[in-house]
């Protein structure tokens, strides 16, 4: 650790910032995010906390700067903002999230008294998952991509994922981090951390035989359509006729689906401009073979500000579910005036939506009730709890589009499936563009659709009941218990460290 202070440790934390994107969807090279963290808990060592804060942000530049890369297509390509514009806003949203691992770093210097490695070490852990919950929560309604829990849906950490979610996961995966750390340089607790670790992987390899909750009904046939309308000729009306006719044949494929899912706005049109016309006929159709459709569409309400992304039932089972969790400089623009330049710049059909309420009753199909989410919203799991334990599957519908060719649509579908994991329900994502699919409470991909073609894919799902330990508490629960282990731990290495002077003086 005498090398702390060497400029190889700066040039090398953009570097772990990429591996630790590499660990997520579409490339899962899972174990890089234990080495990257790894790296950079070791370069906050024996150091000022503003070098740990350059580190940490130069490590968020290069996580960032390759994992959300996909912002620039959204902006440029379908957002049509100009090429020095795109690279701008993208330029500086890349730089306002790598503020956060900056943050972490500093705190992680800053909170602990100087030559206390061992306890600083123990508080990193907690520092970068109570920083991870305020940028998932928090601030402009908060932006959970790029969460160190989701690279490990496939690892034995995600055994864990039921009792304690994506915050409690996630720090296991850095407590592993830091644990390497003292193995490595500072040579103490060697037994008892060796044996720590491998206790806590192979347990999480153990909770993976654990079945949480229990079918409570018969299986439920679904068809999800993956429609794979262009973005940049959705919204044009003089296409409008030839979508919506589109989804309707390929919905009567399928009337012997029990459930049958369009994705995101999959009607270009407001609820009172088709219902009549359209809507109306179709949910006739799906009650004469026994079908719902699950459909997603915006909705124009009586004040002229009242517009909703929403979702509706037809069928056996009327309903309407009206998106709560907004996407920020999508679908509304937080801090005005600030914000209003960017809006001026990027030309989005539909904008400056309202947000629903957070108790909504559930929506019904197939005969159960099912928890809905709407793109952006499967990022956050308190939505995908809040129905619980009445829900007996979930469904999002999402439209990726704006991102094109990207590596979104993966991260997004990794997101997606932590959702079923935390909840032991099965999932039914439909998506304009993909990845459409149908996950398992396990978080396994039953059947998928490729991105970019037109698709209907066809499964069966169990209702299930009960709830996973984590369902019952939530997050809030378990960064409570963090945020009171790290001022213990803070409390605790003030008085060692006052002690030891004590000690040394005498």
């Known amino acids: ?59 968020g530049l290069g996580s960032f700067g390759l994992g959300v890369s996909w912002v620039y297509i959204s902006v440029h390509d379908f957002g049509g903002a100009d090429l020095l514009s795109s690279i701008i806003l993208t330029s500086l949203f890349i730089m306002f999230w790598a503020l956060f691992p900056a943050l972490c770093g500093y705190l ?103 079945k949480w909750t229990q079918a409570i009904g018969s299986p439920i046939k679904a068809s999800l359509i993956q429609g794979n309308i262009s973005q940049d000729q959705k919204w044009k009306v003089e296409n409008r006729n030839h979508t919506l006719q589109k989804y309707k044949l390929m919905t009567e494929e399928h009337w012997d689906s029990d459930v049958i899912v369009w994705p995101e706005t999959a009607v270009p049109a407001f609820l009172s401009e088709v219902n009549e016309s359209f809507l109306l006929p179709l949910r006739a159709e799906a009650i004469k073979n026994n079908t719902d459709l699950i459909i997603s569409i915006p909705i124009k309400e009586n004040l002229p500000h009242e517009k909703y992304n929403a979702a509706i039932t037809l069928g056996k089972s009327d309903g309407i579910y009206r998106k709560s969790h907004l996407l920020p400089f999508g679908e509304y623009f937080p801090l005005q005036p600030l914000s209003g330049f960017i809006s001026n710049i990027l030309d989005i059909p539909l904008s400056n939506f309202s947000p629903g309420g957070i108790d909504q009753p559930l929506l019904k199909a197939g005969g159960y009730p099912f928890i809905t989410s709407i793109c952006y919203e499967d990022a956050f799991s308190d939505v995908s709890v809040r129905g619980l334990p009445e829900a007996a599957y979930l469904v999002n519908v999402t439209n990726d589009a704006w991102f094109g060719d990207s590596i979104e649509p993966h991260q997004h579908m990794q997101i997606a499936r932590m959702r079923a ?16 699919a149908i996950v398992s409470p396990e978080g396994k991909i039953i059947n998928q659709a490729p991105l970019f073609q037109t698709k209907t894919i066809t499964g069966t799902i169990i209702p299930m009941g009960g709830m996973t330990p984590y369902s019952r508490f939530g997050d809030r629960a378990i960064v409570n218990v963090m945020g009171t282990l790290l001022l213990a731990l803070i409390v605790y290495s003030r008085v060692f460290q006052e002690g030891r002077a004590i000690s040394i003086a005498t």
């Open 1 to 59: 650790m005498r090398f702390s202070n060497s400029k190889y440790w700066d040039l090398g934390s953009p570097i772990a910032g990429i591996l630790l994107t590499l660990s997520f969807a579409p490339f899962n090279y899972v174990y890089l995010a234990l080495a990257a963290l790894i790296f950079l808990f070791a370069s906050w060592q024996n150091i000022h906390p503003g070098r740990a804060a350059l580190r940490g942000y130069l490590f």
């Open 108 to 210: 992680s210097v800053r909170l602990m008294p100087p030559n206390t490695n061992f306890l600083q070490l123990l508080a990193i852990p907690l520092i970068w998952v109570l920083i991870e919950y305020v940028r998932g929560y928090l601030l402009l309604n908060g932006f959970p991509w790029l969460q160190v829990a989701y690279s490990q849906l496939n690892t034995p950490l995600a055994g864990y994922i039921p009792l304690v979610g994506g915050y409690g996961t996630g720090f296991l995966l850095a407590f592993t981090a830091s644990a390497v750390v003292i193995l490595m340089f500072y040579k103490k607790h060697l037994v008892l951390l060796t044996v720590i670790i491998t206790a806590l992987w192979s347990i999480g390899i153990w909770l993976q035989t654990i």
């Open 421 to 436: 994991m935390e909840t032991g329900r099965f999932l039914l994502r439909a998506t304009n563009t993909g990845i459409t």
